[in-house]
């Protein structure tokens, strides 16, 4: 059975970072791009960024580039989305997701 | 950047009725869009991947259809398990794009 289990959410104060993670079990996380989707409060969905099976390749939405890194471990079958400068705007629910299968999302408030 | 329009914005069908909710893309996607359903509090569920091809687990009532920029999601006879809102993503190019959403309900 395929799980994504974020960690890491809770309340930051604006200009402050936060690191998620994401512990990946169930599937071969080595084989897999992964990312990284968000929804504020009664929103839609958002992508934030993207991590090839290896790493080697990212990618990112404009609002975040520059203050957001994703990263991964295969040999923990880990994703992280570390956070920096954060911004009122950024308070969402951050989802792990391989877009077939979705984490049941982490909470990050932005606010003083 | 390539923008999904998704309409209706919300919906209200009857049980056993028959609906559509579409995407319409900026440019062409070839077909690269997915369809998901999310209810409330929950994370989304994969329903429809690669415009038509239905993700294992998920009812056969579920149905998708379209291709370069117009794609539909259809519901034949609406179930109460149903209810709930419903996106589309494109996956043809970065960055990544949802549709705005469809609230379902029951009438």
């Known amino acids: 059975e395929v799980q994504l289990v974020e960690s890491g959410g809770g309340l930051v104060q604006p200009g402050r970072s936060m690191k998620l993670s994401c512990a990946a079990s169930g599937f071969t996380f080595s084989n897999y791009g992964m990312a990284w989707v968000r929804q504020a409060p009664t929103k839609g969905l958002e992508w934030v960024a993207t991590i090839s099976y290896d790493g080697s390749s990212t990618y990112y939405r404009d609002s975040v580039k520059g203050r957001f890194t994703i990263s991964r471990d295969n040999a923990k079958s880990t994703l992280y989305l570390q956070m920096n400068s954060l911004r009122s705007e950024d308070t969402a629910t951050y989802y792990c997701?391989?877009?077939?299968?979705w984490g049941q999302g982490v909470m990050v408030t932005v606010s003083s | 950047d390539i923008q999904m329009t998704q309409s209706p914005a919300s919906l209200s069908a009857s049980l056993g009725e028959t609906i559509s909710i579409e995407c319409r893309a900026s440019e062409d996607i070839y077909s690269n869009l997915a369809w998901y359903q999310q209810k409330s509090g929950k994370s989304p569920q994969l329903l429809i991947y690669a415009a038509n091809r239905l993700q294992d687990g998920v009812p056969s009532r579920f149905s998708g259809s379209g291709s370069g920029t117009q794609y539909s999601l259809k519901i034949s006879g609406m179930q109460p398990e149903d209810e709930g809102d419903y996106f589309c993503?494109?996956?043809?190019?970065?960055?990544?794009?949802f549709g705005s959403g469809t609230k379902l309900e029951i009438k």
């Open positions: 997701t391989i877009f077939d299968y």
């Open positions: 993503l494109q996956g043809s190019k970065f960055p990544l794009t």
